[in-house]
């Protein structure tokens, strides 16, 4: 699990207007479909069913998940996304089972975004984060013409996390000192980075 941060609102304006994120998004096994109160029930079901991971790591998942709360959250993301702030989405498999969540989030820089995601306990290993991280970033660069780079941050400890953004070649910086905020950190997080141009060298390389 990477990050989940607050978003910054100040630096989604790109220029003087608002560019934005497409509602779906492909991502090789599954697709990203933004937060809808339609996903309310699936996504609750797959965050219970993920809550002690879950709640090892992402700040959001402190507070035991009900489902008024967590309707109430998914209203904001959806906000969030309708205004540009930022963008969230329900991973949704082939067989429409929920499978995790992702999104990308402004940072104070307004040339940066920050990606987190989650997956599903019963569906871990199976390569989703990464194709997910892979799905925004591309879309970060693609549609956010402002965006030179892209980050995904975590505690040292979450070991497993940090395959993601290895396997898809972006650099690590840090370790660099933190408030603990959840049962699982250290006190220290490392910051994974990719530039527009860096992407640019990655995509040409894999496979057509």
Same mark, same amino acid.
């Given at each position: ?23 779906? +998004?492909?991502?090789?096994? /599954?697709? *990203?479909? @933004?937060?809808?109160? %339609? ?5 609750? $079901? #797959? ?10 790591? +992402?700040?959001?998942?402190? /507070?035991? *998940?009900? @489902?008024?709360?967590? %309707? ?5 993301? $959806? #906000? ?31 040339? #940066? ?96």
């Amino acid at each position: 699990m990477a990050d989940d941060p607050t978003p910054h609102p100040e630096a989604v304006a790109r220029g003087g207007a608002v560019e934005t994120l497409p509602d779906t +998004l492909a991502m090789g096994p /599954a697709r *990203l479909a @933004r937060y809808r109160p %339609a996903l309310l029930e699936p996504l609750l $079901e #797959a965050a219970l069913e993920s809550y002690p991971e879950i709640h090892r790591w +992402l700040r959001w998942a402190q /507070a035991p *998940l009900e @489902r008024e709360t967590f %309707a109430e959250f998914i209203r904001g993301r $959806e #906000a969030d996304f309708d205004r540009g702030v930022a963008w969230h989405y329900a991973m949704v498999g082939r067989d429409e089972r929920v499978v995790g969540g992702a999104g990308i989030f402004p940072k104070e820089d307004p040339h #940066a975004l920050e990606i987190g995601y989650w997956v599903r306990t019963s569906c871990t290993r199976q390569g989703l984060a990464t194709a997910a991280t892979r799905a925004l970033t591309s879309a970060a660069f693609t549609y956010l013409s402002s965006i030179e780079r892209v980050h995904v941050l975590m505690d040292q400890a979450n070991v497993a996390s940090a395959g993601v953004p290895r396997a898809l070649g972006f650099t690590v910086s840090g370790p660099t000192p933190r408030p603990r905020l959840t049962p699982g950190h250290s006190g220290l997080y490392l910051t994974w980075t990719m530039t527009r141009d860096e992407w640019g060298d990655v995509t040409k390389r894999e496979p057509a």
